[in-house]
Every structure is written in structure tokens, then in C-alpha cells.
């Protein structure tokens, strides 16, 4: 009986200080990224939002910021977030070089620098995550150079906006790849370029040129803001039924021009910024953790084109449906 006594005793004291002992495990530090955009534009907003959903479906702190376009606002949201202790930058660069000497301050302090979008030269990123540019101009090429065969017999004559002052890089990789296109049918010209990625920018110059070329068949724009004010300008010009517009990126506005019935808008090629954002947040948090990132991931465009109505209608509510979800 006592050795019975003994043995109870011994077990619910062992129990007692395999219970007691045990300390809990620290809680998991809560990672904290940086998100930063360079636009206020509804490419970029969808950006922020798939940043964000992926972040909160990975229990990440994110802090979102807007450089608009400064190269002294981006160094000083970089150095700010150096000094809050940031783990991660997930950033699209303003300029390959003049970005490049903040964000190595970054990683010398222990920061991973995700790039999307653009990037800047040397290996500061982890990894970099962007759309195939030069697709981007392709595939609305392809498009156009249908339309040029089918409804002008072969011969057009083209204008093009671009974002060269602004990412040389970028732009010249789509409008070259939307060239190469076109400019394989002998009958095409291209008759003027200017610069204008902004929709109030576009209004203008798209305007003005044509006014200067009355005889210009089509527009086609590198960009969001660039597309909305070359159609804008066929319109305040009243060009319906004789100048059409073929551009680049999307946002329900376009959707809006894409399905009205004035057929300017012909087509487009769009990034999937949700999903860029999304997957860049992903890379940030993967190589927070130690898993291996591919220095570059691309990421193929979407066309969209009025000769399928159905596909813009279903391409218009998977954008309204992501633009709601940003919003909750």
C-alpha cells in the first residue's frame, strides 16, 4: 500500500513538473513590410489591395506609402522605414540608378528589398517581379495589325504615347514591342510620339496631334492614363468611326469605353496588378522566412478586345469584384 502511495505520489509529481517546467514557446515576431507605389491611379491602388490581402492572410504589419512620382520622397519614405525597423521594402522603383543608392542603405541594414514593376541595377533585390513589357505591346499589336488589315486594306497611319521621361525603360520596351507588329505590314506609318502618361496629359497632346495629322487612322498608348485621355481626344474631336485607339493597362473606365458603342477603344493588353501586388507581398514574406525566391518572376499580360464582348464583361466584374474586396 505505502509503495502503491509512493508510485501516485511519484507520477503526479512528475506530471506536476513536466507541466511546470515547460516554458511556452516566444510568440512568432510579427513581420513588418513596407509597401510603396510610385502613382495614384487604379493600376496602383489594385497593386496596394492584393499587397494588402496578402499581407493580412499572412498576419504581416504593412504600411503602404505613395512616393507620387518624387525621387526625394521615395529616398525619404526608404530612410523612414530604415528607422522604424521595417523587415522588408516591397517597392517599384522611380528610377534603375537613382533609386538604387537608398534601397542599398535598406539592405545593408538587414532589410530584404523586393522590387515589382520596375527595379533598379546591382543585386540590392531579393527578387524582382514584373509583367513581360514587351508582350504587354505585342499582343495589342497583333490586334491592331488585324484591324489594319481587315478594315484599312493594310494602310494606316499611327500615333503612339509613351512614358519615356518617365521610365525609359519600360515604355520603350512596349512601344517597341507593339512596332515590331504593326511595322512588319509595309503599309504602315508611324506619323508622330509624344510623351503622356497622365489622362488630363494624354487629352492634350492626343489632341494636338490630331490636329496636326488629320489623316491618323489610330492611337495607341504604353498606359493606363495615356489610353483614357487618347480616347477622350478622338471624342472631343469627333473622330468616332475614323481614328481608333489601342493602348495598354485597364481600369473600369476603359472597360466602359472598350463595351461603348462609339468603337473607338479597340483593344487592350493589362497587367494583373492584384495578382502583383499579391505576389510580390508572397516573394517579401517567403524570403523573410528563408525559403528560396527566384531572383525574377514574370508575369504574362490579359488581352482584352471589343471583338469579344463577353470576355471585357467577365474581364469588367473579376476587376469590380477585386476593386470591392480592396475596398472591405
Known sequence: MKLRRWTISAVLGLVALSCGGQQEAPAEKKLKIAGIVFQEDQFFRLIQFGMQDAADKAGVELLLANSANKPDKEIQLVNTYIARGVDAIVVSPLSAKASATALQRAKDAGIAVVTYNTTVEGDIPVTYIESDQGDLGRQTGLVARRYIEKQLGGQAKIATLAFKSQLAEQSDARRNGFVEVVGQLPGVEFVAEQDAWLPEMALKKAGDILTAHPEIDIIWSANEGGTVGSVMA???????????????????????????????LQALTTQTPFELGTKAMELAIAALKGQDVAAKVVMDGVLVARQDPDGVRAFGTRLADLIALGNQ
Request: net charge negative; no cysteine; hydrophobic share 45%.
Open 234 to 264: 478622338v471624342k472631343n474631336a469627333g473622330r468616332e468611326g475614323k481614328v481608333v485607339v489601342f493602348g495598354t493597362d485597364a481600369s473600369q473606365q476603359l472597360v466602359e469605353f472598350m463595351l461603348a458603342e462609339d468603337g473607338i
